[in-house]
């Protein structure tokens, strides 16, 4: 017999399964409650790699401003050094100090902010392979200062170098009340942190000591990070893992007290996966400390899941009865009566099964070992099987086994072990909620203010007398430093655009620039960022830069914040880290006023706010909504950053409660299904179909062959229906030809022999 196509097969399958679903389903009640939450150290990873991307990002934004602002300076006319300082102090404000000197030489130049380190720079090593990269170097107040390089040529005058010094302090952060965080480098040593009380700041000797020890347990997470972040990403993620490109993950310190620190930590990643930075190649790996207070050690028992197991057991134990009883029996019983039959054993009459399509086979093979003897078909009454027993089919068997076997997982699936919408989520993760959208609406509001800065950079290097072919030259070379921009062009007064790079400008023809620095337009269903600067060596001309909508977008995609919008002043959304419809209002009531509330002046401004919100019929949904608040470019707009998620997405007990309840009912299901749908295809359908045939043999039909399906029971009960056809057929030709009947028993015997012999073959 086949494997596949045998009635055994899936029957024993499907017993094994649902002993294996019933031990699964006796331990599902059984989940520890830790002493810290999975969510709390889940989001204490994500609030490490908002870090570090903040951090890469603005590193490697310090190092292409630099580089793209020299190189304008160098396609202009020579200019004194103090003039290259002033002009870069004046559009950007990101640098410590900065520098000029000449590298033949070594003689300072010019000099703006803090002094820097000057004596530590190889001017001999300059020209070699990596010779400008930047380097970090420690000061002698101890703080570390990352070096950035980039070389001033004109044609006849002596190269010179400017060099700026950036502090590794985390741009825009949101850390709360109770988060530290720091940049550690390769060897673990904390390069920098923040969240952390000064000397100064502390006030009493219990603050002291607090400090003092959150400090020393910052280190020692600071070590540990360093060394895990020394892995291959790819070795340090689960199959499938997506998410942050590099190396991240959790920590756990020590219980003291009732409460224990809590540490996430990242390393710098490429923006691109397998594509290194300039940061990145720096080594530096961030922190994020966070104490919370432990939660009561426990264990979330349920007595569900051991009476669920027992009633699949006993549910299951029916189901196969009731296929053992019903289907499998009947069918080998056919088959050994059928076989028997083949043998020209047709003495004995056939033992017929009760119900279904095998009741239905037993009375058509009555019936030809009937004709087999000499009776007639159309002579034969009183063989075929009774109304009731005929409607009773394998498929309608099959069905009550599924039946039985929905009634156990549906309740499970729908209806046990609900979490509800009273669970209790962890406050840090509310907070960790608002901060991180906190985070995000910063790194908007720099982004824009970054692009403004580019803008401004370029308008000042516009000199009058430059050729729009120049200016277009300057253009393109930034539309290729930078694919934040759609389109970048300079536009006069009257509305006309002297020189473009990139698509087709949206600010509306034959208008004034905007006097305001970022503006909103509608292109149809579109939302446009545009940027304006003024260009002072073209009088009246602006430097337009159109952002691309998906480069704002593409800000916004961070695991462990759900759904996240951008919305204008009107409140109508304008982007989004998944699929929404431009300008359109938040899905629910709930969410509006969450962020009708947030922009209501409280003392200053606006402050972040972060809720749980109940009873809306989704469940428990964390929110939280950021009014962008901020200096720069960025600052009269009114936008609001809001996200929200589901709690039913977190790795809290209840929830993990629920989730294996669900998993054990759709394990269950997927078992009937499975095994249920196997035997109908293979067996069921063949045997219907052999049901027709058997009994169309029986009423006359020597024409059709019979071929079997598979070779399994049903196709032996085939195999032996046609030899029985055979055997008719020699019979009426013998008794066409005046040979008596009863002496054909040995060409049954023959027929019988030749076809289980082909059968074996």
Known sequence: MSLLGGIRPPIAVLSALLLAVAALTAFLGKVAVPPVSEAVRTSQQYFAEDGAIALRASLDESITDLSRTTTLFNAGPPVSADTVLDKLGSVYQKWRGTAVIEISSGRLEAQRGENLPLTVIDRTA?????????????????ETRLLTFAVLSWPGKPQMLLVASSSLKFPGISLGKFRAIAVADSGGQILSSDGLANDEQIQSDDVKAETEKARKQLKKFAKSAAQKT?????TTKEPGGGGFLGVSGSLLGPSDGGERAVAGYASLAGPEAGKGTDATSLGLTVVSLLTVTEESTATVDSFIGIAAAGALLLIGLLAVALLIGTVQRPLITLFLESRRISRGDLRRRVNRPRYGEAARIGAALERLRRQLLGEAPEHQVGHHVGRGRGRIGARALLAACSALLLLWSAPLVLLLNRAGEHVAVPQSI???????TDTMADRIRRALNEGHADLTSMGLLI??????????????????QHPRYASLYVLRNDGTVTARAGAEPHHPRGKAPSTAPVVLLESGNEPVIVEYAPAPGLEGAYVVGELRIDFLNSLLKRPGLGEVRVLDEKQRVIGGNNGYLAFSELPNESLRALVTGTNQKVGMGPRPSSVLLRGNGDGITLAAAVPMAGGGAAKPLTWTVVSWQPAKGLAIPEYRLQNRTVLAGLLGLTAAVACLGWLHIIVVRALRELTERAEALADGDRRTVLFPRHHDEVGAVTRSLEVVRQQLVDLRKREAAGQPAHDTHSVHSAHADRAHQAGRN
């Open 126 to 142: 300059l020209g070699e392979s990596g010779g400008l990269a930047p380097r970090m170097v420690r000061l002698e107040n101890g």
């Open 430 to 436: 509310i907070h960790d909620q608002r901060e991180r």
């Open 463 to 480: 000199r009058e007398g430059s050729s729009p072919a120049e200016i277009t030259t300057v253009l393109e070379r930034t539309l290729t």
């Open 230 to 234: 020394r892995a291959h990403p790819l």
